[in-house]
């Protein structure tokens, strides 16, 4: 059957017609990605999330060395308390419960470090310091003339026979920094006393 000039006009009309159709929802309706291509190029919330159940907690130390003190005096509850070294007497002061109000704190000296065993003794007013430890102010030497090493302030030290200001602080610092002196001798470690200074001032000197 052969076809017409009319009907190959209209068969022209309707190709161009669907041409057209095809190219109208093409350029309004293009394809959408899915969620799936979405979440690959955006995985930012998963990766947060995670690094946020890994994040680091701080630990802590259970290694610190405790040593004992014993408060005495003018504090709420007198006795022998453990501390952790490196703490101060008003630390220890503070564990006894606080001071009394019969307290002369201006004899004390509340920024000294404590050490193992140490006496810590809070005078009332009016009264001398009866233990030789903790105190602001000048301590005597004890009857038979020693002055502790372990306890001593700067004033006791330079009672010493040539331990003026500048070793004085040194034997400080060198208690602050190492605890207390285990023996006499230990002195030779503290700069500026040698041999002879040790030997000048052995008499005088103690640890307990």
């Not at 899915?34 to 907690?57: C, I, L």
């Not at 310091?129 to 330079?158: H, I, M, R, Y």
Request: negative net charge; charged residues 25%; proline residues 4%.
């Amino acid at each position: 059957m052969t076809l017409s000039k009319k009907h190959w006009i209209i068969l022209g009309f309707i190709s161009v017609a669907v041409c057209g159709f095809l190219i109208y929802t093409n350029v309004l309706f293009p394809q959408v990605e899915t969620s799936a291509q979405v979440g690959d190029d955006f995985p930012f919330a998963e990766k947060q999330e995670s690094s946020s159940s890994t994040r680091d907690v701080p630990q802590k130390d259970s290694t610190s060395t405790q040593i004992v003190v014993d408060v005495k005096g003018e504090v709420q509850k007198p006795g022998v308390y453990e501390l952790e070294a490196g703490l101060r007497v008003q630390d220890a002061v503070e564990r006894a419960s606080g001071i009394t109000k019969e307290a002369d704190m201006n004899q004390v000296n509340l920024a000294t470090k404590v050490a193992d065993e140490m006496v810590i003794y809070i005078p009332a007013i009016g009264q001398e310091p009866q233990v030789p430890v903790a105190s602001g102010g000048s301590v005597e030497k004890s009857d038979s003339g020693v002055v502790n090493l372990n306890t001593a302030t700067l004033e006791d030290l330079q009672t010493l026979n040539g331990i003026g200001p500048s070793k004085a602080q040194a034997i400080l610092t060198y208690r602050e920094e190492n605890g207390p002196f285990k023996t006499v001798e230990d002195l030779l470690q503290v700069s500026g006393i040698g041999e002879k200074s040790l030997e000048k001032i052995k008499a005088e000197i103690a640890i307990n």
